[in-house]
C-alpha cells in the first residue's frame, strides 16, 4: 500500500509527459507491417505499449528499443509469421483490438490472451464485423472474450455501420480493410480519436474520412518512416487537473498531443472556469497537433458532459468526475455508457472510490452526478488494477485532509511509468 500525503503547498514547475499510448501502439503495427526500417521517437515505455512490441516480436518481426526510440524493421504484410506461442497482450485493450484487425488477414493460426480485466472486456464488437470480412475467430462465448483464436485470410470489403463510438473497433476494421480486395467504408456513430487515419497517410497510405465515414482502399503499399510521438493528453490531464485544485499551483506542460479528436479535456477545463493557456503550437511530421499547456490553480464551476465531447475526453472522465467533486455546483456526465467496458467499470470504479474520501457522487445508468465543492477526507483506496483509477486517488490525494493509502498502485506503469517521480518533481 502506497503512502500518500496531502500537498504543502502549490505544485510548481514543467512536466514533459511520456508519449501517447494510442500513437505508440499505431507506430508499431504500422511500422510491422509497411516496408522498411520506421523509427519511432518518443515511444511510451508504458506495459500496454511494451505489450504490443513483444506481439509483434512474436510475428516475427524484427523491433529493437533503447529508451523511448523503437527501431522497427519492416517486411510488409507477408512477412508476418505465423507465432510458435499465444500473443500475451497482457492489460491493452487497444494491442488486443487493433491486432485482431490486422490477424484477420494473415493466413495463419494465432491465439491471444491478456490479463484479467482484458478477459472481461467485449471483443465481439470488432470479431462481428472481422468474421464479417472472412476471418475466422473463435473464443470464449463465441468470440466475445479472451483467450481468442484466429485463423485470418482472404478478406472482402465491407459497408460497417458502427454500434459504438470507439476508435478500437474503427481501427481494426481500417486495418483489415488494408488487407481486403476493395473499399471498407466505415460509418461512426460519433467522431473517434482518428490517430489510425493520420498514421496510414504517414505511411504513404491515403484514406478518406468527412468526419462521418471513413473509407479505405486494400492492397495499398505503407512504407516505413520516421514518427514523433507527442506527449500523452490522457496523461498530461492528472497534471492539468491537479494544477487546478491545489492552490498556488502552476504547471506548464511542453509537448502535449492537441489532436482535436482527442482534446474534450481542455474545452472542459475552459467551461469550468479552469486558467488555461495553450501557447507553441506546432504540427508533428505525421500531422498530430502538438503544444504547451500551462495551468494555474482556479475557482471551477460544474458543468454538463454528454454528447459527442464523451468519445473526446473518454479516457479522461475519472480526473474530470474528481475536477467537479471540487467545483461549484452540479456536474453531470452523461452518455458515457462505455466507461463500463474499460480496464474496470470506471463509473463504479470512479464514484465507489471517491465516495470512501468523501465526495458526494452518484452513479447513474450512464455515467454520474458530482456535486462540489466539498473537502476530501483521508482513507485507503484502490486502483483495482486500472491505471487511470490509481493517477486519478493519486490527484486526489493532493488535496485530502490527511494521508490517503493507495492499493495497487503499480497499475500506474500500463501509461505512466514516470507518474509518481513527475508528480514529485512538482511538489
Ligand atoms: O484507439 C485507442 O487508442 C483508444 C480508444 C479508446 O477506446 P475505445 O475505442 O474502446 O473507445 C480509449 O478508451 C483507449 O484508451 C484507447
Ligand atoms: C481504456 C484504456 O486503454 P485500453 O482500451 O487500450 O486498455 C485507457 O488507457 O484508459
Not at 500513437?23 to 509497411?34: E, L, T
Not at 506542460?253 to 489532436?259: A, D, M, R, S, T
Not at 462505455?338 to 468523501?358: F, H, P, S, W, Y
Not at 490527484?395 to 500506474?412: F, G, H, K, P, T
Request: charged share 25%; net charge neutral.
Amino acid at each position: 500500500m502506497l503512502k500518500l500525503s496531502p500537498a504543502e503547498k502549490g505544485l510548481k514547475g514543467t512536466i514533459e509527459v511520456p508519449g501517447d499510448k494510442s500513437i505508440s501502439h499505431r507506430s508499431v503495427m504500422f511500422a510491422s507491417v509497411a516496408e522498411g526500417r520506421t523509427t519511432v521517437e518518443n515511444f511510451l515505455p508504458g506495459a500496454d505499449c511494451l505489450s504490443t512490441i513483444a506481439c509483434f516480436q512474436k510475428l516475427g518481426v524484427t523491433i529493437e528499443r533503447h529508451g523511448n526510440r523503437v527501431v522497427v524493421e519492416g517486411k510488409g504484410w507477408n512477412g508476418l509469421e505465423e507465432p510458435k506461442t499465444v500473443l500475451d497482450t497482457g492489460n491493452s485493450g487497444t494491442t488486443t483490438r487493433l491486432m485482431l484487425g490486422i490477424l484477420a488477414g494473415r493466413p495463419f493460426h494465432s491465439v491471444i490472451i491478456g490479463d484479467d480485466s482484458i478477459a472481461r472486456r467485449p471483443m465481439n464488437r470488432v470479431t462481428k464485423p472481422l468474421r464479417d470480412m472472412g476471418a475466422h475467430i473463435d473464443g470464449r462465448e463465441n468470440g466475445n472474450f479472451t483467450p481468442l483464436s484466429v485463423r485470418g485470410g482472404a478478406l472482402r470489403p465491407i459497408d460497417y455501420r458502427m454500434p459504438v463510438a470507439s476508435a478500437q473497433v474503427k481501427s481494426a476494421v481500417l486495418l483489415a480493410g488494408l488487407q481486403a480486395e476493395g473499399i471498407t467504408r466505415i460509418h461512426e456513430l460519433q467522431p473517434t480519436r482518428d490517430h489510425t487515419e493520420r498514421m496510414i497517410r504517414a505511411f504513404g497510405g491515403s484514406v478518406e474520412t468527412d468526419g462521418k465515414t471513413v473509407a479505405v482502399r486494400g492492397g495499398q503499399a505503407l512504407n516505413g518512416t520516421d514518427i514523433f510521438v507527442p506527449g500523452d493528453i490522457s496523461s498530461a490531464a492528472f497534471f492539468m487537473a491537479a494544477a487546478c485544485i491545489v492552490p498556488g499551483s502552476e504547471i506548464i506542460l511542453p509537448n502535449v498531443g492537441l489532436n482535436p479528436t482527442r482534446a474534450g479535456i481542455i474545452e472542459v477545463l475552459e467551461k469550468m472556469g479552469a486558467s488555461l493557456e495553450v501557447i507553441d503550437r506546432s504540427d508533428t511530421k505525421q500531422g498530430e497537433q502538438k503544444g504547451t499547456v500551462k495551468v494555474r490553480f482556479s475557482a471551477l464551476k460544474g458543468v454538463e458532459i454528454s454528447g459527442a465531447l464523451i468519445p473526446r475526453l473518454i479516457d479522461e472522465i475519472p480526473i474530470i468526475a474528481l475536477l467537479a467533486t471540487q467545483a461549484e455546483g452540479t456536474t453531470v456526465i452523461k452518455d458515457a455508457q462505455e466507461l463500463k467496458v474499460k480496464e474496470t467499470n470506471r463509473i463504479d470504479t470512479v464514484v465507489e472510490e471517491l465516495k470512501k474520501l468523501g465526495a458526494k457522487i452518484e452513479a447513474t445508468e450512464d455515467g454520474m452526478v458530482i456535486e462540489g465543492p466539498n473537502r476530501l477526507l483521508c482513507g485507503a483506496v484502490d486502483s483495482r488494477g486500472d491505471h487511470r483509477i490509481g493517477m486519478m486517488l493519486s490527484v486526489a490525494s493532493l488535496i485530502c485532509r490527511d494521508a490517503v493509502y493507495l492499493e495497487n498502485a503499480e497499475a500506474i506503469n500500463v501509461s505512466y511509468p514516470g507518474f509518481f517521480g513527475d508528480l514529485k518533481s512538482v511538489l
